[in-house]
């Protein structure tokens, strides 16, 4: 059986964007983040595929966990983390932006409230939450996989049809747009899973992006 467990803020995927994969350590930028890459050199050499960033006084470096998602913004793609960084696709013809959130279940996908949740910060105050874009590591078998956002405790789709889903044997799925969209500072936004799959519940890491507009 699966060992379930609730990330912690350390654990999310929610990184902020960093401008490339780098393996020399580049002109230093108070506020400059990176992605180091596999073959580092320099003051980077012993920190491959860290996250690293550059606080005006030093280069600070945070170890990268499984799970783990980050934008490239050089490369207009994202990345996830599983014992090495790997271009992460989502399907169709969607373009991650900067101003998506990242958030990651971990382990097989199993029905709750509030698995993961974040407070909205005024990087996203005002913008509108225009879709929920869900992939799986393995497909749900017998059902679909079905997933909720809450704003404040209470459901963003009040047509619940429209929530975000991965339909039975797929791995990756999507939502249409919410009934309710904007944000603000200091909104609480979290996540449930409703539904999971019968037969084989699907997940063994659930990726789920937050896609926000102007």
């Not at 964007?17 to 596999?38: A, D, F, M, S, W």
């Not at 550059?54 to 014992?83: C, H, M, P, R």
């Not at 929530?163 to 609480?188: E, H, Y």
Request: hydrophobic letters at 35%; charged letters at 15%; a negative charge.
């Amino acid at each position: 059986m699966a060992n379930y467990r609730v990330p912690n803020a350390d654990a999310f995927s929610y990184q902020d964007p960093v401008r490339g994969i780098e393996n020399n350590p580049q002109t230093p930028v108070k506020g400059h983040r990176y992605l180091i890459g596999t073959t580092p050199t320099g003051a980077w050499s012993t920190k491959a595929n860290y996250i690293t960033y550059y606080s005006g006084t030093e280069w600070i470096y945070a170890q990268s966990k499984t799970g783990w998602l980050v934008f490239v913004v050089n490369e207009s793609s994202f990345y996830v983390y599983d014992s090495g960084w790997a271009k992460l696709g989502v399907g169709g013809t969607y373009t991650p932006q900067p101003s998506d959130v990242y958030l990651t279940v971990y382990g097989d996908a199993f029905t709750g409230s509030k698995l993961v949740a974040f407070v909205v910060g005024p990087e996203l105050n005002g913008k509108k939450l225009d879709s929920i874009i869900l992939k799986a590591d393995i497909a749900p078998i017998g059902s679909n996989l079905v997933c909720d956002v809450h704003k404040n405790n209470t459901t963003v789709f009040t047509t619940q049809s429209n929530r975000p889903k991965i339909v039975d044997g797929n791995t990756s799925g999507t939502s249409a747009t919410p009934d309710v969209q904007t944000v603000a500072t200091g909104d609480l936004l979290s996540l449930d899973i409703d539904d999971v799959g019968s037969t084989v519940a699907g997940g063994n890491n659930l990726y789920i992006t937050m896609h926000f507009t102007v």
